[in-house]
């Protein structure tokens, strides 16, 4: 069966660090990937999202970027974070387009 | 633009009434309509979904309605109860690979 793991679950980093969360699916292949952002009480917001291996689309300006080194493997990474970075980022994985997202389990990240 | 919105942000209702929630999306394009539940500190599951060349979908207490015409598609829960209480999102796909969500409605069930 397939998996979807996210890490790690939470994080508290200071402004101006780095950023790097790690997605990766296990159990199919070339599948589509994406990662949201949910703020607090807010929706989910599209960051990126990828239908193959070095193939990102970017869905909000900022200074946010994502990576997919590897068929399963969906990396979202910051240089310098900011206060606003601060929120729920959810991975999710789906067969093929037009069909049910499977989400990760969630990072919780707090920029103090 | 590609947008989803969805109404009501809150919705409270009695144990064993009926809710309904509504969306519209933007583009005429979309094809695929998932809705998903989000319990307290837990992730986003899919409840159930409609194409575009079906008008209703049922499954037990919850059915979707898609109206292409108009671009709106709602979901409705009947015979509530607390354990449907959650955030609940709808999502359009556009351009068919990006899935986008509406802003969430907190259902709360009142026993």
């Known amino acids: 069966s397939q998996t979807i793991h996210q890490w790690p679950a939470t994080l508290v980093q200071p402004v101006g660090s780095p950023l790097s969360l790690e997605c990766t699916v296990e159990?199919?292949?070339?599948?589509?990937l994406y990662w949201y952002r949910q703020a607090a009480g807010r929706g989910l917001q599209l960051l990126f999202y990828?239908?193959?291996?070095?193939?990102i689309s970017s869905e909000v300006p900022q200074n946010l970027s994502a990576s997919r080194p590897q068929d399963r493997q969906f990396i979202l990474s910051s240089k310098k974070l900011l206060l606003s970075d601060s929120g729920f980022y959810l991975c999710?994985?789906?067969?093929?387009?037009?069909?049910?997202?499977?989400f990760g389990q969630g990072t919780r990240l707090t920029v103090v | 633009g590609e947008n989803v919105e969805q109404h009501p942000s809150t919705l409270s209702v009695q144990e064993g009434d009926s809710a309904v929630i509504k969306c519209t999306y933007s583009?005429?394009?979309?094809?695929?309509f998932p809705w998903y539940k989000q319990e307290l500190g837990k992730r986003p599951q899919l409840i159930i979904d409609?194409?575009?060349?079906?008008g209703e979908k049922k499954d037990q207490r919850i059915a979707v309605t898609l109206n292409k015409t108009a671009k709106h598609f709602s979901l409705h829960i009947t015979e509530t109860q607390p354990e449907d209480s959650a955030v609940y999102f709808c999502?359009?796909?556009?351009?068919?690979?990006?899935?986008?969500f509406g802003t969430g409605t907190r259902l709360q069930v009142f026993p």
């Open positions: 999710a994985w789906s067969v093929q387009s037009e069909t049910e997202a499977f």
């Open positions: 999502a359009a796909s556009f351009n068919t690979d990006k899935l986008i």
């Open positions: 159990g199919t292949s070339n599948p589509n």
């Open positions: 990828s239908v193959g291996i070095g193939q």
């Open positions: 409609i194409r575009s060349n079906v």
């Open positions: 583009d005429s394009a979309s094809n695929y």
